[in-house]
């Protein structure tokens, strides 16, 4: 049996230790590049429109503009890989994204290079953490308010460096913050506030990732019932929560236990993870 893993670049299947990129990637020298995680279920990749938008809205901003990338083959060429690796229940794929012209800062050329990475996962569907997070505020490295801060860049020291605040600190997330001291998000995911059938979370003018869950959790919220406000969050709102979630396109939903000496409960996260899973049921 094929115990090996793949990966797929710019169409061709290697197996995952072999060497594909030189010393020139530009993705490497200049983070001059993007990324999506997509979550399986079933064998069938999560969301995946709401990805590529997002991906198309990166290349736009980016300014990779030629060699045209046809959405529909990149699914394509992930099924392929997904086929490979055998990944026909629960699974992680990441799709990376990046300029590949020679060039100092200033590209002498353009195109796009691509490389899809999958891996399995224990879980088939979105699962909630029986134990909750103990978070906290990472306040060394600020959040920018701009467009960048809205696509998933291959280059994001702030977020490597609130990772490392997390792991010296003994936590399991951190909040970030934006240059006013108002919340934008966590280490990797998108923030919710949940109080009196009410559901907070920061806008997109905050600074936040523009997040495929983030989306998915408004939508459900809405459906629920549950009144959604997008905007301005500051910590004083944290203490008064009942409820406080993370969300991430891999994870689903993440419930917090504690902040500091509050602590949070988690009977609406509950309900709105279970109606995630129905909506992505096949």
């Not at 049996?1 to 995952?16: H, P, S, V």
């Amino acid at each position: 049996m094929d115990t090996k893993r793949y990966i797929n670049f710019n169409g061709f299947l290697y197996e995952e230790r072999e060497k594909v990129f030189t010393i020139r990637n530009r993705g490497w020298r200049y983070g001059d590049g993007l990324f999506e995680t997509i979550r399986i279920i079933d064998g069938q990749p999560c969301h995946i429109e709401d990805h590529f938008l997002r991906l198309k809205k990166g290349l736009e901003v980016m300014k990779m503009h030629s060699s045209k990338m046809s959405f529909n083959d990149l699914k394509n060429q992930i099924l392929k890989l997904l086929e490979k690796n055998r990944i026909t229940k629960g699974g992680r794929v990441r799709l990376t994204v990046y300029r590949s012209g020679d060039g100092l800062y200033t590209p002498e050329n353009e195109g796009k290079s691509y490389v899809i990475e999958a891996k399995p996962l224990n879980n088939n569907k979105f699962t909630l953490n029986e134990k909750g997070l103990n978070i906290d505020v990472y306040n060394e490295i600020r959040r920018g308010r701009n467009v960048l801060s809205q696509i998933k860049t291959t280059n994001n020291i702030p977020h490597v460096l609130s990772a490392i605040y997390k792991k010296e600190n003994k936590l399991d997330d951190c909040i970030v913050l934006n240059e006013q001291g108002r919340i934008v998000e966590a280490i990797s995911s998108n923030i919710f506030l949940y109080k009196n059938n009410n559901l907070y979370t920061p806008s997109l003018d905050e600074g936040c990732m523009d997040g495929v869950m983030r989306k998915q959790i408004i939508k459900i919220a809405k459906e629920l019932n549950i009144n959604v406000f997008e905007g301005i969050i500051n910590g004083s709102m944290l203490l008064q929560a009942d409820e406080l979630f993370l969300t991430n396109a891999i994870s689903g939903i993440k419930w917090v236990a504690s902040y500091r000496q509050k602590r949070y409960f988690n009977k609406a996260t509950k309900e709105i993870m279970d109606y995630l899973n129905k909506s992505v049921s096949v």
